[in-house]
């Protein structure tokens, strides 16, 4: 028998918008008015603007993994495992579940926020040699790569593998990209010091992007800032550049160089989950289609916000445009979901998401950073101030801030040890082992699944 009389709040996702979504449900319902349900692959929430620093060192990837058990008030059931498809029809998640079991979970109400994937093209080796930078364990390991190719270039005398194994290539001049390659040249700087068989000028770092400037949000005064404090440091920028392919000892740029390299790091852009297509909805650029109170047209109580939902940008007049995927987007859209969930529930209307922007922030290691809050245009140290006071702020337990706080002042004072941790002792981890794209059913699939459940006797 049905023992379930609540209505039930299904939020897949712990990234920034579904982990803000699930806190202010546990804060403004009751016991009684609804059972809320998270599905996540980890119990943690991921700090993803830090990752280039974990990847350097500056950070221990704790620090940045923010404990979702300890950051709940205990209310909220954790399914550790991915969702792999959604019958908006029947209200049902098909999940696979941590020890590999596919359940379907039913629901009255679903927050959608799985987050994206890696966007990667169709490019002769790409997922078979390069390295993403989206997960902990992804950062963990470049770090160590890096570093294992300090040791195997010092203890090798054939100058070819010198030469590839000093050169490394970083893909996309975006956020991630730029502050993935400004980190790690700063961690092989400081390190080279230590190999006194390593000849500095060997050392070299590669950040192209097919665009025609560099983190063009920033706006022309501040992307040329950053792209000439990163010349300054060594690192080769080639605009209008891409990769034709890629090898296990050598990328060729678009432009017909060949660079040899064991390092080729992708951060070219991310695309919405493949759980958004299971849905068989509506979709702008891969996200779905839902209005401004992030609702999904003809579906009441099915929400999408953050990477997944193609969010109206009302603050800027309606004129068509969809709020980018960043974490300040995403974590404000958490609250608004959370409101209007509670609303739906108790039959109230509905709000708007708006929100204008606070500014951008980048952090290039060291004192460098250029950042634009409200605004207003800063270099430097007050620039450095402003992007790591920002991420700090935005830390959700006083132990993640302790703890960044502290890793912050150790590397400050003392640096690195550039130390491996042992991850190079397992397979390489590249792209192709990260994102389970061939996890996700389709839409037919999923319908199938939930019907044929459906038939069975109870």
């Given at each position: ?345 108790r039959n109230q209307p509905l709000k708007s998401y708006v929100h204008k922007d606070l500014g951008l922030v980048v952090d290039l290691g ?93």
């Amino acid at each position: 028998m049905n023992t379930v009389t609540r209505p039930r709040i299904l939020v897949v996702g712990a990234g920034f918008a579904g982990v803000e979504c699930v806190r202010r449900l546990e804060r403004k319902l009751t016991r009684e008015e609804a059972d809320v349900t998270l599905v996540t692959p980890f119990s943690y929430q991921l700090y993803l603007p830090l990752l280039p620093q974990v990847a350097s060192g500056v950070l221990t990837p704790q620090s940045i993994a923010v404990s979702l058990r300890r950051s709940s008030k205990y209310r909220t059931r954790i399914i550790p495992g991915g969702a792999i498809g959604v019958d908006i029809k029947a209200k049902v998640c098909v999940i696979r579940t941590i020890n590999d079991e596919i359940v379907n979970e039913p629901y009255d109400y679903i927050v959608l926020s799985p987050g994206s994937i890696t966007r990667t093209f169709d490019i002769p080796g790409l997922t078979d040699h390069a390295f993403g930078m989206k997960t902990l364990a992804e950062a963990a390991y470049i770090r160590d790569h890096v570093i294992t190719q300090l040791d195997l270039a010092d203890a090798s005398d054939d100058p070819a593998e010198k030469a590839s194994r000093l050169q490394f290539v970083v893909v996309g001049g975006g956020y991630a990209g730029t502050e993935t390659a400004a980190c790690l040249q700063k961690l092989t700087h400081a390190a080279v010091k230590r190999y006194p068989r390593i000849d500095p000028g060997l050392i070299k770092w590669h950040l192209i992007d097919i665009a025609p400037k560099l983190m063009p949000e920033l706006g022309d005064k501040l992307g040329k800032s950053a792209q000439q404090i990163l010349t300054r440091r060594g690192i080769d920028i080639s605009l209008g550049v891409s990769i034709a392919k890629a090898g296990p000892e050598e990328v060729t740029f678009t432009d017909g160089r060949v660079v040899p390299t064991r390092t080729l790091i992708w951060t070219a852009g991310v695309v919405a989950s493949p759980l958004i297509a299971t849905l068989g909805a509506e979709t702008i650029r891969g996200r779905l289609a839902v209005t401004s109170d992030m609702n999904l047209p003809g579906h009441d109580g099915v929400f999408a916000l953050g990477d997944a939902g193609a969010v109206p940008d009302e603050a800027k007049g309606g004129d068509g445009a969809i709020c980018p995927p960043t974490a300040q987007h995403a974590m404000r859209q958490g609250k608004v979901v959370a409101d209007n969930v509670i609303a739906t529930l108790r039959n109230q209307p509905l709000k708007s998401y708006v929100h204008k922007d606070l500014g951008l922030v980048v952090d290039l290691g060291g004192k460098d950073a250029v950042s634009k809050p409200l605004g207003i245009e800063l270099r430097g140290l007050p620039a450095q101030v402003v992007a790591r006071g920002y991420h700090w702020s935005a830390l959700r337990t006083n132990v993640a801030k302790v703890r960044v706080a502290t890793n912050w002042t150790l590397n400050a004072l003392a640096g690195d040890d550039f130390v491996r941790t042992g991850f190079q002792a397992r397979k390489p981890a590249t792209l192709k082992d990260f994102e389970y794209t061939d996890s996700y059913l389709s839409a037919e699939q999923v319908r199938d699944r939930v019907e044929g459940a459906g038939t069975q006797e109870p």
